[in-house]
């Protein structure tokens, strides 16, 4: 119950889990982080969450990413978690990397959304309360905001970092020009940007075509995949159709019209090289990104503690061989 006393599994650092580090810091990353966008909202089964995220915590992720706007309702995901830290984690609070976000819609008017420093700032407070922590470990901006100049929004960061609010600052969704002012800016007051937070997978190649992997990684910065399997999509989610239960059910953020009859047969064909690797399309496609040392981590939601379970065992294998990435290539073609 969320209300029994949790005790965390004693093996979850037995070597399983790997850590990987995070750019040119200090910092190790699991090499599988948990988000908390869908699935922890106040709509969402208070109980359920509380066991997804031990269970992560018991299998070794230490990270843990949030923003303000995850829910529904907006905010409600970090509520979610503030009271898994007061009933559960708070004690093994120096194990976790927290990290949160501010730059989408979040509050009515002028001052709730894109980069200014006066959403920046407001924003980072009230994660703050909701989850009931002191600081963030990683405090990011979400996107890059064109009308603002970034000079406004990189100085936010590094005085929230000066304020202690945050340990390390981060960039997201962040096109390679916006990214390179920013590294430098950062870097020039002594506040480098531990990491970049950008979509990757199988199925979205942006980061490698538009050369936001290696910019990361010469800006000394780490580079973290969010919807690393397509939103569910590179999973056997939709192999026999679409589950009532799930996310592309609920036609919000994952449309149906995504999964079009060629989308099908590519997610047919990649599943038999999953099999022929003894492995799952999931643990194939985490693994997938992994095989990169480039990609520090891959941040996966998951709506149930078996998903997540499943996805943890990509981990055990995550080199391909040329004939397996050149069989992958031709489906995605
Ligand atoms: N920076 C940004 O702008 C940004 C944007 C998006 C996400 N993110 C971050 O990235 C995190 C992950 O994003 P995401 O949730 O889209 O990641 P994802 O891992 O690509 O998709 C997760 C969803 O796939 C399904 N799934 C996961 N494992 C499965 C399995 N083994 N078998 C079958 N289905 C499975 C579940 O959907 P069902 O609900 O169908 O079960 C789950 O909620 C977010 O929580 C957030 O922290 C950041």
Same mark, same amino acid.
């Given at each position: 119950?969320?209300?029994?006393?949790? %005790?965390?599994? =004693?093996?979850? *650092?037995?070597?399983?889990?790997?850590?990987?580090?995070?750019?040119?810091?200090? /910092?190790?990353?699991?090499?599988i982080s948990l988000g908390l966008w869908h699935n922890f909202g106040d709509v969402d089964p208070l109980q359920r969450s509380f066991d997804i995220v031990h269970h992560a915590f018991d299998n070794g992720i230490t990270h843990f990413d949030l923003a303000n706007n995850y829910g529904p309702s907006a905010g409600s995901a970090?509520?979610?978690?503030?009271?898994?830290?007061?009933?559960?984690?708070?004690?093994?609070?120096?194990?976790?990397?927290? %990290?949160?976000?501010?730059?989408?819609? +979040?509050?009515?008017?002028?001052?709730? #959304?894109?980069? %200014?420093?006066?959403?920046?700032?407001?924003?980072?407070?009230?994660?703050?309360?909701?989850?009931?922590?002191?600081?963030? #470990?990683?405090?990011?901006?979400?996107?890059? #905001?064109?009308?603002?100049?970034?000079?406004?929004?990189?100085?936010?960061? !590094?005085?929230?970092?000066?304020?202690?609010?945050?340990?390390? !600052?981060?960039?997201? @969704?962040?096109?390679? =020009?916006?990214?390179?002012?920013?590294?430098? *800016?950062?870097?020039?007051? #002594? !506040?480098?940007? &531990?990491?970049?937070?950008?979509?990757?997978?199988?199925?979205?190649?942006?980061? =490698?075509?538009?050369?936001?992997?290696?910019?990361?990684?010469?800006?000394?910065?780490?580079?973290?995949?969010?919807?690393?399997?397509?939103?569910?999509?590179?999973?056997?989610? *939709?192999? @026999?159709?679409?589950?009532?239960?799930?996310?592309?059910?609920?036609?919000?953020?994952?449309?149906?019209?995504?999964?079009?009859? =060629? +989308? &099908?047969?590519?997610? /047919?064909? &990649?599943?038999? /090289?999953?099999? @022929?690797?003894?492995?799952?399309?999931?643990?194939?496609?985490?693994?997938?990104?992994?095989? $990169?040392?480039? !990609?520090?981590?891959?941040?996966?939601?998951? %709506?149930?503690?078996?998903?997540? $379970?499943? @996805?943890?065992?990509?981990?055990?294998?995550?080199?391909?061989?040329?004939?397996? &990435?050149?069989?992958?290539?031709?489906?995605?073609?």
């Amino acid at each position: 119950m969320a209300n029994q006393l949790y %005790s965390p599994n =004693e093996t979850r *650092y037995d070597g399983t889990m790997k850590y990987r580090r995070c750019g040119r810091s200090g /910092v190790l990353l699991p090499a599988i982080s948990l988000g908390l966008w869908h699935n922890f909202g106040d709509v969402d089964p208070l109980q359920r969450s509380f066991d997804i995220v031990h269970h992560a915590f018991d299998n070794g992720i230490t990270h843990f990413d949030l923003a303000n706007n995850y829910g529904p309702s907006a905010g409600s995901a970090e509520e979610t978690f503030g009271k898994i830290i007061t009933k559960s984690l708070r004690p093994y609070r120096d194990e976790l990397f927290v %990290s949160t976000k501010a730059g989408y819609d +979040m509050w009515a008017g002028p001052y709730g #959304d894109w980069g %200014s420093r006066k959403y920046l700032m407001a924003s980072l407070d009230q994660s703050l309360r909701r989850m009931n922590l002191e600081y963030v #470990d990683l405090f990011y901006s979400h996107r890059f #905001d064109p009308n603002t100049p970034l000079e406004e929004t990189m100085q936010a960061l !590094v005085d929230i970092v000066r304020q202690g609010k945050a340990l390390y !600052v981060g960039i997201s @969704n962040y096109p390679t =020009e916006a990214a390179a002012f920013a590294y430098q *800016y950062l870097k020039e007051r #002594d !506040v480098p940007c &531990l990491i970049y937070q950008g979509k990757y997978s199988l199925l979205v190649r942006d980061p =490698e075509e538009k050369g936001i992997l290696q910019q990361a990684k010469e800006q000394g910065s780490g580079f973290i995949a969010f919807s690393p399997l397509a939103q569910g999509l590179l999973t056997d989610r *939709y192999l @026999n159709g679409i589950p009532a239960d799930s996310r592309m059910a609920r036609d919000g953020f994952l449309k149906k019209e995504v999964l079009s009859n =060629e +989308m &099908l047969a590519k997610i /047919v064909a &990649l599943n038999n /090289v999953a099999a @022929n690797r003894g492995q799952s399309l999931a643990e194939m496609a985490l693994a997938w990104l992994l095989k $990169d040392e480039l !990609v520090t981590s891959v941040l996966i939601g998951a %709506s149930s503690v078996a998903q997540l $379970d499943k @996805n943890l065992k990509a981990v055990r294998n995550t080199t391909f061989d040329a004939e397996e &990435l050149m069989q992958i290539e031709e489906i995605l073609k």
